[in-house]
């Protein structure tokens, strides 16, 4: 076995602390990755704290993961030591069923493993996710990181920018099509880098007025603040694609009505609570509701080759692992620009 050292919590609200556990030895098909830069995404704060009442503890949250490859099992052919890898939000799936032979593993029939809080396919053994130095993975599972991105600022694309590339791909964003995005934090940025570079226009819509000037930087053409009312007056019909990243419950009617004939929004966030849609929002001008989880491995690796392309990385705050709690507390507030990666290196040292 290989010992790690990770960020753990034990109990929902209690702050993380260093804990020992740890990773298999490599088996044929195996990878193990020396993990330096681990992502914070708002999921991470959602899980340990309990908010979607399937928590497993002790959990190590962290799913975007990025580091280098120090052993390769006897079988593997994708890596080779010394490669720059990245792992997102499932570690395996079961590989037989029509999900995972679509390559949509993430909605794996018999259970995708989660990268934490999660079961391996054996259905015993816990998953442990990247806030911690070290990681066992079947190859097939790894994502390569392109060249020309720096590993702290690309860990980020591992969930954030996947999750909103994804939907993006399926409605097609590009020339000609009006995007909006509802939230600019770690989803959001991510998703106005990627629809910009994929050539749409594209709107900002936040709650935080302080943000407009990140967001053109970003590359939103437009921002509006939601806290004026007369813009859901003035926007009526305005967008053929909404991607609503907030992560708590808002009034979705009020944004469907933003979208033009035929529009889709497409749900990201997860609030705690279900929030009430009418059917008027739907009917007039035959809108669609629909929502998207992260990506598959093909689509995350297309995301990830489309980043280095275009050279698209995540806006960080590089913190080191003491800080993980006051991190969480800065998310929670919306105080963050645009995503907080922790630097493995000070968990190793500590
Ligand atoms: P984040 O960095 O905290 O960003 C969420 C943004 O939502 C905030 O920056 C804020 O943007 C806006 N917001 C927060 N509270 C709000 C409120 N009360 N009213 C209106 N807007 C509010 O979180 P994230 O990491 O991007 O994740 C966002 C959500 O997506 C979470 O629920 C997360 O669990 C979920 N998620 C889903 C998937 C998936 O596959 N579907 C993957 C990853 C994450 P402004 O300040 O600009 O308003
Ligand atoms: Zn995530
Ligand atoms: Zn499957």
Known sequence: MLDALGYATHAAKAPLSPYKFQRRDPRARDIVID???????????????????????????????????????????????????????????????????????????NGASFTYNGLEQ?????????????????????????????????????????????PLNRWKAGPGKKVAMIGLGGLGHMGVKIAHAMGAEVTVLSHSPKKEADAKRLGADHFYATADPEIFASLQGAFDLILCTVSTGIDWNQ?????????????LGIPDKDVPVGARSLIMGRRILTGSLIGGISETQEMLDFCGKHNITSDIELISADKINEAYDRVMKSDVRYRFVIDIATLKAA
């Open 35 to 109: 993990i330096k830069y681990c992502g914070i995404c708002h999921s991470d704060i959602h899980q340990a704290r309990d908010e979607w009442g399937r928590a497993n503890f002790p959990m190590v949250p962290g799913h975007e993961i990025t580091g280098v490859v120090t052993q390769v099992g006897a079988k593997v052919t994708k890596y080779k030591v010394g490669d720059k890898v990245g792992v997102g939000c499932f570690v395996d799936s079961c590989r037989v069923c029509d999900c995972c032979k679509k390559g949509f593993e993430q909605f794996c029939s």
């Open 122 to 166: 054996d259905k015993k053994t816990p998953t442990m996710g990247g806030y911690s130095t070290v990681l066992t993975v079947d190859e097939d599972y790894a994502l390569r990181i392109p060249a020309n991105l720096p590993l702290a600022a690309a860990a980020p694309l591992l969930c954030a920018g996947i999750t909103t590339y994804s």
């Open 255 to 267: 944004y469907l009505n933003l979208l033009k004939i035929d529009g889709a929004m497409v749900l």
